[in-house]
Nanobody
């Protein structure tokens, strides 16, 4: 059973930075796609970024391109989301999720339907 645990959320001022971590366990191979999604009460769930653990290929939502960077550390089975130049509209609960479908790397938007294991989420709040 795949388990995902997010950490690193918190309160930050607009323009600031945070790094989220997603620790994965129970992965049955080295070839997974790990994605970050976010959801706030006002908006539908949005795919933010995803990365293929085998070769590092990535996909980003247009809303975060140039500000967010997703990376992975295979030795630690951990995927990171570095978030720079944060805006109040980035406020949301951030979830990481795992998928075996590489189509997630080419779709716009990143589709949550292809991800079948989810973490519990971590709150990110950006104050203006």
């Amino acid at each position: 059973e795949v388990q995902l645990v997010e950490s690193g959320g918190g309160l930050v001022q607009a323009g600031g930075s945070l790094t989220l971590s997603c620790a994965a366990s129970g992965l049955t191979s080295e070839d997974f796609v790990i994605g970050w999604f976010r959801q706030s009460p006002e908006k539908e769930r949005e795919g933010v970024a995803c990365i293929r653990t085998r070769d590092g290929r990535t996909n980003y939502a247009d809303s975060v391109k140039g500000r967010f960077t997703i990376s992975s550390d295979s030795a630690k089975n951990t995927v990171y989301l570095r978030m720079n130049s944060l805006k109040p509209e980035d406020t949301a609960v951030y979830y990481c999720a795992a998928s075996v479908h590489t189509i997630t790397l080419v779709t716009t938007p990143i589709l949550s339907v292809f991800f079948n294991s989810w973490g519990q989420g971590t709150q990110v709040t950006v104050s203006s």
